[in-house]
């Protein structure tokens, strides 16, 4: 807390100093992103799948799917299948200890350090406030009073996580279990509030959810959510996916199971960390290959047509295509439960990928939980 109150005291005079001198940069171009293949020199060994099919969900391992994309079935809505309330109340920035607020000045980005082509200098970042919307889905099966499962999403709500559940707990293929979708506190990337919540190498933000989200959810709803990790996920896109993976990574006690797509693996964090100093792109450089490995089930997905370089930086740390295989890697070498998922004529979140690929990603990660389908 020491730390956060001084970083946001220099934010505070940075940008009183600087709000008379900046000019406003041009919006950034992100180039279109070459198409990758899977059979790239380098890349995971990968099983190719049927065009319209999906990785079995009791599968480990990396897979190839696409080119097309349809709705799984628990995507829509169907007749007799019980439904859960979903509720949403907001958090404002002035009641978090945690995360009082920043932003980056609209129209600027940052540069690069000179001494450092992998460090990004942003001067431009202030305290500002912010509001987030946090959506509650609580399953028509949810017994009043029991302790229950959940997964916390990142960048909600997420009203598609909600049918999926619905379905998948009517048919017995994932528990009955609480899902709690987060939005993000604004902006994007290094200098924003977005960017300080999830590229963040740290337990911050898990912090912020135990203590400033779960003990609102349970009261305002009266649910009881379960304190065993083995009963917790965390799932997300882009750098939301790689939050849900840091909360693990940081807090295993807390979480153990993990769902990607388009994980920002690459290096995205700031302030800089001498730590940490490639932010996520650390996890498949060293932090996964120079630890012991944790009790973690992880599902992950990349578009071939994902992000690369999409900001200043050249540093070799902004292939998301080239991150996620490297996670891949390094999570077979280390003999995790993994299904790494490559999509075919895809880009980065791809929604149609999300449509056809979330139900059975959402099985994947609850195998062996209790309730979930016998076979898993």
Same mark, same amino acid.
């Given at each position: 807390? +020491?730390?956060?109150?001084?970083?946001? !005291?220099?934010? *505070?005079?940075?940008?009183?100093?600087?709000?008379?001198?900046?000019?406003?940069?041009? #919006?950034?171009?992100?180039?279109?992103?070459? %198409?990758?293949?899977? $059979?790239?020199?380098?890349?995971?060994?990968?099983?190719?799948?049927?065009?319209?099919?999906?990785?079995?969900?009791?599968?480990?391992?990396?897979?190839? !799917?696409?080119?097309?994309?349809?709705?799984?079935?628990?995507?829509?809505?169907?007749?007799?299948?019980?439904?859960?309330?979903? =509720?949403?109340? %907001?958090?404002?920035?002035?009641? @978090?200890?945690? =995360?009082?607020?920043?932003?980056?000045?609209?129209?600027?980005?940052?540069?690069?350090?000179?001494?450092?082509?992998?460090?990004?200098?942003? %001067?431009?970042?202030?305290?500002?406030?912010?509001?987030?919307?946090?959506?509650?889905?609580?399953?028509?099966?949810?017994?009043?009073?029991? +302790?229950?499962?959940?997964?916390?999403?990142?960048?909600?709500?997420? /009203?598609?996580?909600?049918?999926?559940?619905?379905?998948?707990? *009517?048919?017995?293929?994932?528990?009955?279990? +609480?899902?709690? @979708?987060?939005?993000?506190?604004?902006?994007?990337?290094?200098?924003?509030?977005?960017?300080?919540?999830?590229?963040?190498?740290?337990?911050?933000?898990?912090?912020?959810?135990?203590?400033?989200?779960?003990? +609102?959810?349970?009261?305002?709803?009266?649910?009881?959510?379960?304190?065993?990790?083995?009963?917790?996920?965390?799932?997300?896109?882009?750098?939301?996916?790689?939050?849900?993976?840091?909360?693990?990574?940081?807090?295993?006690?807390?979480?153990?199971?993990?769902?990607?797509?388009?994980?920002?693996?690459?290096?995205?964090?700031?302030? @800089?960390? /001498?730590?940490?100093?490639?932010?996520?792109?650390?996890?498949?450089?060293?932090?996964? /290959?120079? @630890?012991?490995?944790?009790?973690?089930?992880?599902?992950?997905?990349?578009?071939?047509?994902?992000?690369?370089? #999409?900001?200043?930086?050249?540093?070799?740390? $902004?292939?998301?295509?080239?991150?996620?295989?490297?996670?891949?890697?390094?999570?077979?070498?280390?003999?995790?439960?993994?299904?790494?998922?490559?999509?075919?004529? *895809?880009?980065?979140?791809?929604? *149609?990928?999300?449509?056809? %690929?979330?139900?059975?990603?959402?099985?994947?990660?609850?195998?062996?939980?209790?309730?979930?389908?016998?076979?898993?």
């Amino acid at each position: 807390m +020491i730390r956060l109150a001084s970083f946001v !005291i220099v934010l *505070a005079g940075i940008g009183q100093a600087i709000a008379q001198g900046v000019s406003a940069a041009p #919006p950034q171009v992100r180039p279109t992103p070459p %198409t990758r293949d899977p $059979h790239t020199s380098g890349y995971v060994t990968a099983k190719e799948l049927p065009d319209g099919t999906n990785a079995p969900a009791h599968a480990d391992g990396n897979f190839i !799917i696409g080119p097309t994309y349809s709705p799984a079935p628990e995507m829509a809505v169907q007749a007799g299948v019980p439904q859960g309330t979903v =509720y949403e109340f %907001t958090m404002h920035s002035a009641d @978090s200890r945690i =995360y009082p607020g920043i932003a980056r000045q609209a129209n600027t980005f940052g540069t690069v350090d000179a001494a450092n082509p992998a460090k990004l200098l942003v %001067t431009t970042s202030h305290p500002a406030p912010y509001t987030r919307r946090v959506a509650v889905y609580v399953p028509r099966q949810y017994v009043p009073g029991t +302790i229950a499962p959940f997964i916390v999403g990142a960048d909600g709500p997420d /009203p598609a996580l909600f049918t999926a559940l619905d379905n998948l707990i *009517a048919e017995h293929r994932v528990p009955v279990m +609480i899902a709690i @979708s987060i939005g993000n506190g604004g902006g994007d990337a290094q200098g924003s509030e977005r960017g300080l919540e999830y590229d963040t190498m740290s337990g911050r933000y898990a912090e912020f959810v135990e203590q400033e989200v779960l003990p +609102i959810v349970e009261e305002k709803y009266h649910v009881k959510l379960t304190r065993d990790p083995d009963g917790r996920a965390t799932m997300g896109g882009s750098s939301g996916g790689s939050c849900a993976l840091i909360m693990a990574w940081y807090h295993p006690e807390l979480y153990h199971r993990v769902l990607t797509y388009s994980g920002t693996y690459v290096n995205q964090q700031w302030p @800089s960390n /001498p730590q940490t100093p490639h932010g996520a792109w650390e996890f498949h450089e060293h932090l996964i /290959p120079s @630890s012991p490995a944790k009790p973690l089930r992880i599902w992950m997905e990349v578009g071939d047509r994902d992000l690369l370089n #999409p900001n200043v930086m050249r540093d070799g740390m $902004h292939d998301w295509v080239v991150a996620n295989e490297n996670m891949a890697k390094v999570l077979a070498a280390k003999g995790y439960h993994y299904q790494f998922v490559f999509a075919r004529n *895809a880009g980065h979140v791809d929604h *149609a990928v999300k449509l056809q %690929t979330l139900p059975e990603a959402l099985e994947y990660i609850w195998q062996g939980y209790p309730n979930a389908r016998a076979a898993n």
